[in-house]
Every structure is written in C-alpha cells, then in structure tokens.
C-alpha cells in the first residue's frame, strides 16, 4: 500500500492551498473506497495533530470547520484537503493516513494512532 501526498508549498497568510493523496495498492485485502482516510499536521516536537477525517460514506470531522475541505475521489482512489484563509500557524507537514475499524469512528480526528496507514507528508509553509 502507497500513500503518496502533494501539493504543499509557501504561501502567505490568506493565501489557499489543495493537498491531495494518491492512494494505491492493498489495504490488508482493502481497497481506498473502504478506508477511512484522515489529513493531519505535525510540527517539530510535537504530536500529530488531526485536521480532518472522511470515512467510507463521506462523513466528514473537522478541527476547524469553516477553512478546510477535506473529499475524496474514488474513480481516482485519491483524497484531497482544500485549504483556504490559511494562517502562519498551519505552517506544518501534512500527512494523510488510512485505517479501517477504530479508525472510522466519529472521534478518530483526535487519535491518529487509529490510523495504520501513512504517507511520507507535504510541506505546508504560511508567511505572514
């Protein structure tokens, strides 16, 4: 299994950004379409910090709802993460993760270790 993120890049503080994830391979006998798929952020020396999360119906859960988008494409076995308005303190690596089970439940946003599946991040960087 392959997760592969792109689309990070500078920007100054307003500006908008699309991150996206290519997803390929097999989830342990799972296709995209039956992940739950997450995007969260991690600065140095801190945690992972959950952004947001979509599972196989679509429902979405947001950290901060009103600035970010997070869907999917199953034609494309891809997720993407719209961001806009973007502030100095979303300056962060992002990372898409996908999991199955505890992964899907509602409150999975706030414990990515549910998450057993990983990208290699993108880099999001917000000037003031």
């Known amino acids: 299994v392959q997760l592969v993120e792109s689309g990070g890049g500078s920007v100054q503080a307003g500006g908008s950004l699309r991150l996206a994830c290519a997803a390929s391979g097999d989830f342990n006998g799972y296709s995209f379409r039956f992940m739950c798929m997450g995007w969260f952020r991690q600065v140095p020396g801190k945690e992972h910090e959950g952004v947001a999360t979509?599972?196989?119906?679509?429902v979405t859960k947001y950290a901060d709802s009103g600035r970010f988008t997070i869907s999917r494409d199953y034609d494309k076995d891809t997720l993407y993460l719209h961001m806009d308005g973007l502030k100095p303190e979303d300056s962060a690596m992002y990372y898409c993760?996908?999991?199955?089970?505890?992964?899907?439940?509602?409150?999975?946003?706030?414990?990515?270790?549910?998450?057993?599946?990983w990208g290699r991040g993108t880099q999001v960087s917000v000037s003031s």
């Open positions: 979509i599972d196989v119906d679509g």
């Open positions: 993760a996908a999991g199955r089970g505890s992964a899907c439940a509602s409150n999975s946003l706030y414990f990515p270790r549910k998450y057993i599946h």
